[in-house]
């Protein structure tokens, strides 16, 4: 297999009504995202980085070093 390969472990929805998936790696690594209902979205990555995006124009990324970036229309 491919160090692409990955497995979703868990998937659903919450309390809020948000949908989850959480993904682990053959190399052992895990992720997951978040899709809530209010249109924003949020990735935490196997490498460490995280993602999140509002749904209505402001956006946050963090690196795996914990440098954040954000930007809003």
Known sequence: SSSGDYDITSTGTND?????CHR???DGS???????????YY????????YYNSGDGY????????????NSN
């Open 16 to 20: 809020q009504g948000n949908h989850y």
């Open 24 to 26: 682990d790696f053959d």
């Open 30 to 40: 895990s992720g997951y995202h978040y899709s809530n209902n209010d249109g924003s």
């Open 43 to 50: 990735y935490s990555n196997p490498n460490g980085s995280s």
């Open 59 to 70: 956006s946050q990324y963090t690196s795996p070093g914990g440098q954040t970036y954000s």
